[in-house]
């Protein structure tokens, strides 16, 4: 068909296109195309007349193709868009023209603009990753439009959005986000730089909008027109900050390490710690904490920026869980944070000194050791409620390493002084000798103390010169131990010969090392050793006479008895009543005695024997091999140098002994039961009348026989029950009215039966028991009281006999009180008796325990008064209250006028020292009478009562007195 004159016209403008063009209806079906077209089609024109144009095009390519196709008709408006043709690889430009009628479009080939678009899209990609890697932005200032352009990197180092509405693109914008104390010293140099149109470097710090300071390094140029002027501005900024704070913590750590490495004060580095962090963190308020020896209390270590109140506030405190942010922290061995100390629950009993100081977050690291011990706390404080961010926790991490180098190493340091002080100081000797050389090699000042040697002498001289073995002489090896293979440990002594010749020892404890030399520690024993030799002979002899100790005599006893064929003969030489010698004249004069007499006695035996110091004021002598007559012709030779006058400086005594005498086999065949029958013998001298010698006989082997049986026995008397008390009653002497009783002790012994006390209390006094016995008696006296006094009666005492042994024991006084308070018993209704003798031990002491006793409102007797040997001197020194008459003069009365006349003075006497009198043993109508004629106060006796056991004395409360 042929075309019309217009169609040929519109053909031949479309061949003249140079672009691809088509011309679509309304059904898009292609009514027109150029050569172009049939080339990006591929296709001839005939194929491609009438065809929707979607069939041409790939699948996928059509969609935005169709898209706009439909909106420029829909429209009637010109469309234009972009698209890649993967079939060529290629890109294209599309612009669809409407008409009522269909489609004109032209396809525009951009492939090499979009190309090269895409390569500078990817040059910008890798300039922007590059800034980003290199924390380097980039920016431009037009200076006269004063329009500033930043690149991306350059807003994420400021931390802004490249909106207008947060930050505007301004010269003034940009000196606005400068740091305070930088903003002037930035804008003078680059205004200088615009004037001199010069390049330009400069550090900032800027704040970010978070508050974050960051530290810049700022690079730039001029760009200038034709006339000069400036007119540009092209820089470029590197975030330098953690290169600077790398630097500064550097510097800091450096110089922390250096003060650490001359020993500075460890609260001097911890605060220079403390400093270093809050300079690198600003706002930060660091608190260094220790933890303390025992593992349990944190103390202040520094805390330079936090107030001194709240420093000693938080010393000493307990760690655990939930106790603060440092406490629970060094309890869980792990980082606790808390950003609000106000409601936190660790904080609860913690918080108010924390927040009376404006302290509002705490953040607690443990400072771990080289051994993984934690060694204290590195906390950090604020003044807000917050939480860390990563970039503070890593700073405090960075802290960690060389806070806790510094306390190890003031630990450490303070441990090397402590042990060099303990060598400079210490009285032992440390050296390092070398065996190989015989040197010395190094030793601390206790050698050149001791020795009297200079350092000089020791090192320049074999120590063989002045170290000997200790059984050798100098010319031998004082070290010979050493050859001892395997051995690495050595003891030894050595004597050591000073330098003024005198001698001392030393022993020695080595350790050989690897290389040979010998690290020794060695302790001077020269005192120990002679303090060995005293006590050596202090063990074998008296201090006070020097004579051998009876154990030592013992020994020489055994041996001695070892030959049957001759008798050994043992004396014990007593001195009489020595101890009014101490009482008298005093124990220093009283030793001097002693001594005296040793040396008299030693001189007497003329070799035949030894003698020894035995039991306090006693002495033994054994021989052997002696006859009879010849042991008895030498215990009155012994006797007899006894009674010799004895001198002293400013004291001349007279003295007597007894003396008593045992032998083997007769007496026994052990040291100790000739010495046991030694020592009977000689009691019985003494009571025989003293100054007189005695052999032991069968007699007192009996008795001493029998004695052991009841010592054996009365050990358990108490704890089996078997002592009880009797009561005796006491009467007015003038209406015979009862007055009170007496407790008098029994012993019912299931194996022996009933013991009189006559028996049994000397072998107690014999023993040591009576201060327990004694005790008893009490106890049970008070409780019988108690007992009687529940039972309605009243208007009566209770006297309690107390022994010499109680008296001079430590506690009776409380004891007394004790009973009386347990039992409730009133004072005064306990009577406490002793004998003459009992006073007459220890006056002073035993005159304080009467004074006491008193003081409690107990009544004080004295007893068998008459028979002892107590002075009227003595007498009225003791707060005595009762005297009573001892029986033998009342037995009698009252045909005997002797008896009559001792018993009237004694009563006189005691009235006139304001002192009642009782009389004991009243066993007639008529001896009461004559007694109660005489003014005597109380009775006591069978004729008025015997002694009963409790529940039946009881009647003696209801029965009626007696009148004659």
Request: a negative charge.
């Amino acid at each position: 068909m042929e075309r019309t004159q217009p169609e040929l016209e519109f053909h031949q403008v479309f061949e003249r296109i140079t672009d691809a063009c088509v011309a679509l209806d309304r059904d898009w079906r292609c009514i027109c195309l150029n050569a172009r077209a049939c080339e990006f089609f591929g296709r001839p024109a005939a194929e491609l007349i009438g065809t929707p144009v979607w069939t041409e095009f790939p699948e996928g390519f059509e969609q935005p193709l169709r898209r706009a196709y439909e909106q420029a008709m829909a429209e009637q408006r010109p469309v234009r868009l972009e698209a890649f043709y993967p079939r060529d690889n290629r890109w294209f430009e599309s612009h669809v023209y409407p008409s009522a009628d269909g489609l004109t479009i032209c396809f525009l080939d951009i492939t090499e603009r979009k190309q090269a678009e895409q390569a500078l899209q990817q040059h910008q990609r890798m300039l922007d990753q590059a800034q980003q890697v290199a924390h380097i932005g980039s920016w431009e200032w037009d200076i006269a439009s004063n329009k500033v352009t930043w690149s991306a990197e350059l807003y994420r180092i400021y931390g802004v959005l490249p909106v207008p509405e947060r930050h505007a693109a301004t010269f003034e914008a940009y000196l606005e986000r400068v740091h305070p104390l930088d903003r002037t010293r930035v804008q003078q140099i680059i205004e200088q730089a615009a004037r001199d149109q010069q390049p330009f470097e400069f550090e900032e710090r800027i704040v970010r909008p978070d508050g974050v300071e960051r530290t810049l390094l700022s690079r730039g140029t001029v760009d200038v027109d034709e006339a000069g002027r400036p007119v540009r501005m092209l820089g470029a900024c590197r975030d330098i900050t953690e290169r600077k704070r790398a630097e500064q913590l550097g510097a800091g750590q450096h110089e922390i390490l250096v003060g650490i490495a001359a020993h500075r004060p460890l609260l001097e580095s911890l605060e220079h710690i403390a400093r270093l962090h809050e300079t690198l963190n600003p706002g930060a308020l660091c608190s260094l904490l220790l933890l303390d020896g025992d593992g349990r209390h944190v103390l202040h270590g520094a805390g330079p920026s936090l107030p001194e109140a709240y420093n000693r506030a938080v010393h000493g405190q307990e760690v655990g869980e939930a106790h603060g942010s440092c406490g629970t922290a060094v309890w869980r061995g792990e980082r606790v944070v808390v950003a609000d100390i106000a409601t936190h629950p660790y904080w609860k009993n913690y918080k108010a000194p924390a927040l009376a100081h404006g302290l509002k977050a705490c953040w607690s690291t443990p400072v771990f050791g080289s051994h993984g011990e934690i060694l204290g706390t590195f906390a950090v404080y604020y003044r807000e409620q917050r939480e860390p961010r990563l970039d503070e926790l890593h700073d405090i991490d960075r802290m960690l390493p060389v806070t806790s180098i510094a306390i190890e190493s003031a630990r450490l340091v303070g441990r090397l002084r402590e042990r060099n002080r303990f060598f400079e100081l210490s009285l032992e000797i440390f050296c390092i000798l070398d065996p190989k050389r015989e040197r010395i090699v190094q030793f601390n000042p206790s050698l050149p103390r001791v020795t009297g040697y200079s350092a000089e002498e020791l090192t320049s001289r074999s120590y063989r010169e002045f170290l000997w073995p200790e059984d050798g002489s100098g010319h031998q090896d004082p070290l010979p131990a050493l050859g001892a293979p395997g051995q690495l440990v050595h003891e030894f002594v050595t004597r050591c010969v000073c330098k003024d010749d005198s001698e001392l020892w030393l022993e020695w404890v080595s350790f050989a090392a690897p290389d040979g030399m010998l690290y020794a520690v060695a302790r001077d024993i020269t005192e120990r050793r002679r303090a060995e030799a005293e006590l050596a002979y202090a063990t074998s002899h008296d201090a006070v006479t020097g004579l051998p100790h009876h154990l030592i005599l013992e020994r020489a006893l055994a041996v001695m008895l070892q030959d049957k064929a001759a008798p050994v003969w043992v004396l014990i030489v007593g001195p009489d009543r020595f101890q009014v010698v101490n009482e008298s004249v005093g124990y220093a004069t009283g030793d001097d005695v002693l001594k005296q007499l040793g040396e008299r006695l030693q001189a007497s035996l003329d070799g035949q024997g030894q003698v020894a110091r035995f039991a306090g004021d006693k002495f033994v002598v054994a021989v052997r091999g002696m006859s009879r007559q010849a042991v008895l012709e030498l215990a009155e030779r012994l006797r007899a140098k006894v009674a010799v006058p004895i001198e002293g400086r400013d004291y001349r005594l007279l003295l007597t002994a007894s003396v008593g005498i045992s032998h083997s086999p007769d007496h026994g065949n052990t040291p100790r039961s000739l010495l046991r029958s030694a020592d009977g013998a000689m009691r019985q001298a003494k009571r025989d009348g003293r100054d007189r010698v005695s052999e032991f006989s069968i007699g007192q082997m009996r008795a001493l026989e029998e004695r052991l049986v009841l010592g054996s026995h009365l050990r358990d008397a108490i704890r089996d029950g078997e002592l009880e008390l009797y009561y005796q009653p006491q009467h007015r002497a003038g209406d015979r009215v009862l007055s009170g009783f007496e407790a008098l002790l029994r012993w019912n012994s299931r194996q022996l039966g009933l013991v009189t006390p006559g028996d049994f209390i000397p072998v107690a006094e014999a023993l040591g028991l009576m201060p327990e016995i004694g005790e008893w008696v009490l106890d049970a006296a008070c409780r019988q009281v108690r007992t009687w006094l529940d039972r309605g009666h009243r208007n009566f005492s209770l006297a309690v006999n107390i022994s010499a042994q109680q008296l001079q024991r430590p506690g009776l006084v409380e004891k007394v009180a004790a009973a009386l308070r347990r039992h409730a018993v009133p004072a005064s209704m306990l009577h406490i008796e002793m004998t003459e003798s009992s006073l007459m031990e220890n006056v002073v002491m035993i005159r304080r325990v009467l004074t006491e006793l008193k003081a409690l409102g107990t009544r004080l007797s004295l007893d068998d008064f008459g028979t002892g040997y107590s002075s009227l001197a003595y007498l009225k020194q003791f707060p005595i209250d009762k005297l009573k008459i001892d029986q033998s003069f009342v037995r009698g009365l009252p045909a005997d006028t002797d008896d009559g006349a001792i018993a009237q003075t004694i009563i006189e006497l005691a009235h006139q020292l304001h002192m009642t009198v009782a009389a004991e043993g009243v066993e007639t109508s008529a001896q009461a009478s004559f007694l109660a004629q005489m003014g005597c106060d109380e009775l006591q006796g069978n004729h008025l009562g015997t002694a009963l056991p409790a529940h039946e004395a009881e009647g003696f409360f209801d029965m009626p007195q007696k009148t004659y």
